[in-house]
């Protein structure tokens, strides 16, 4: 597929560039989905790319490594305008490609901050497919490489970036498991976004399990392909109402 002009809406874009006022939902708390960021590096922006609407969703530090105010309506173009003219059609097939063949990706690129100076970043995207197998959004992290100290070898320096995409793609898979967990707990105690995290934090701290393993077994037993552990079941015992109770 080709790639239209960075300031030219086009619909084979598949609705990259259409603007909405509408938000995705954002991803979990940082408290939880966010991994420490190494000494002297930023840490990580985090976006999300809801198909449907065509909204984007922005972390503050997305916006805060694109150079952008926080605030402001993120969107295709202000993503591309940031990136060396070189590397926008790369960053702009691989999200296109994203959308439509739900194909995950790498690019590393570098941003041009309004501020002059140059960054090196690599932005990570995982397609999030609906009930019907379609691509609904595309969500991920963008990383400054910046300050990171250059390998002495060529094959360190690809050991390293993979290392760190994989620990981007297990932290993106965390969020997804414990987003599904927060939506049953909802469901089941008629409670708010913050009140269903709260409840699996609190669960996670009295069961000394990590949040993700306790989000994993909530969905489990919701799909009905294991039995809540005993412990986590005398926490919901209080919280669920008895008809709405995980097997």
Known sequence: MS???PSRPHPATHGLYRGSPARPAAPVPRSVADQPAPAGHRPPGRY?????SSAWWWSAEMFALQGIV???SPCTDSLLERQHPDDRPRVLAALTAAC???RPFTVRSRVLPPDGGQREVVLVGEPAMGE????IAVEGMCVD??????PDTAGEREVALQTEIEQLRAAMASRAVIEQAKGILMLLTTCSDRVAFDLL?????HTHRKVREVASEIV??????????????AILRDACPPAHALR
Do not use: F, K, N, W
């Open 145 to 150: 490489l910046t300050h990171c100290p250059p």
């Open 100 to 102: 439509t063949t739900a």
């Open 3 to 5: 790639s239209p002009a």
């Open 70 to 72: 926080p605030g402001q």
């Open 201 to 205: 934090t609190h669960m996670s701290s």
């Open 220 to 233: 489990a037993s919701a799909a009905e392909a294991a039995r809540l552990p005993d412990d986590l079941r």
């Open 48 to 52: 999300r790319y809801d198909r449907r």
């Open 132 to 135: 019907d197998g379609t691509v």
